[in-house]
């Protein structure tokens, strides 16, 4: 009964470097998303996904990139890490076609030095 | 624009005590949900309740329960009996039906006395 992975969930890299955060969900859930938190700004959209192969932008997706080529699987990449990309990401899917509550990973702290 | 404002960034209520943390927001649908999440020290996300905008009926999920005021665009968070584990971030999320866009607030720290 995983549910909904996330990995890792601590992660200290440099500014420019490449970093991807995996998640992973077994409830077969069409619907992932991935979002930011900092503090004074709630949770905020980074890119969602309403099937394989198919995704879009959310409110923040700047340096950030995406990829599902399976259901189960929605990794996220910065590219080129910068220092504001400093926070806490978090991963959650649903099952349905809007008006579906949405269940949460654990999160991953990213640090950028 | 449309949000989501919690106007109370931290609250403290004694334990066994009743505590309310308010939530207004901004829409021009008519159909939508409004959800309670919580957010303890581990920073697991947790569902805790879950309105739909068409019920007139307040939800309610064993110490907690929600006053929706459809109207007045406000739908605050009741719990009762309050425990050392209800402390944590509480935010208060809107997502317009047919929609996957969650809209949060910026949260309220609640703090349980002993």
């Known amino acids: 009964d995983a549910g909904i992975t996330q990995s890792p969930r601590y992660k200290i890299t440099e500014t420019g470097r490449q970093v991807t955060l995996m998640c992973h969900q077994t409830?077969?859930?069409?619907?992932m998303f991935w979002y930011r938190q900092d503090l004074g700004h709630g949770l905020r959209l980074i890119y969602y996904?309403?099937?394989?192969?198919?995704?879009d932008k959310g409110e923040v997706p700047d340096g950030y990139v995406v990829s599902r080529s399976k259901t189960e699987n929605f990794p996220l990449t910065l590219e080129s890490a910068t220092r504001s990309q400093t926070s806490v990401y978090f991963c959650?899917?649903?099952?349905?076609?809007?008006?579906?509550?949405?269940?949460f990973g654990p999160g991953t702290r990213l640090l950028v030095l | 624009a449309q949000t989501v404002t919690q106007s109370q960034p931290e609250m403290s209520v004694q334990e066994a005590e009743t505590v309310t943390l308010s939530c207004t927001y901004d829409?021009?649908?008519?159909?939508?949900?409004l959800f309670w999440y919580k957010q303890p020290p581990s920073r697991q996300m947790i569902l805790v309740i879950r309105?739909?905008?068409?019920?007139?009926q307040n939800a309610t999920e064993n110490r907690f329960s929600v006053n929706f005021q459809k109207a007045a665009k406000s739908f605050s968070l009741k719990i009762s009996d309050s425990q050392l584990g209800d402390a944590a971030m509480y935010f208060c999320?809107?997502?317009?039906?047919?929609?996957?866009?969650?809209?949060f607030g910026t949260g309220t720290r609640l703090k349980v006395l002993a």
């Open positions: 959650a899917s649903s099952s349905g076609d809007g008006g579906e509550t949405q269940y």
């Open positions: 409830w077969s859930h069409s619907y």
């Open positions: 996904s309403a099937a394989a192969d198919i995704t």
């Open positions: 829409t021009s649908e008519s159909d939508y949900y």
């Open positions: 309105q739909e905008a068409y019920k007139q």
């Open positions: 999320a809107r997502l317009t039906s047919g929609t996957y866009k969650y809209i």
